[in-house]
């Protein structure tokens, strides 16, 4: 799965215009809001709409099981790749 998880660094670096970082520079496994990454609200908005458009994946933006997906890199491939076995 490193693939995906670097196809996602990339989408979120794209969606979100953060030309400075490479997917080298972010953490799989640390946090993408608050610490880690540092994004917040409006970066988790663009960047469900970013997974939507490329994946196809549904997004519920009140949920408890959305936030859990947008803990970390990995979580985020983790749900990439069950939508795609579906």
Do not use: C, W
């Not at 663009?46 to 549904?58: D, M, N, P, V």
């Amino acid at each position: 799965m490193p693939a995906l998880e670097d196809e996602i660094k990339s989408l979120i670096i794209e969606a979100l215009n953060l030309e400075d970082l490479t997917p080298a520079d972010i953490d799989t496994e640390a946090p993408l809001f608050g610490e880690g990454l540092g994004l917040d609200s409006i970066d988790a908005l663009e960047l469900g709409l970013a997974l939507q458009r490329r994946y196809g994946l549904s997004l519920s933006a009140d949920s408890a099981e959305t936030r859990r997906h947008f803990a970390s890199v990995r979580a985020l491939a983790d749900f990439v790749a069950a939508g795609r076995s579906k």
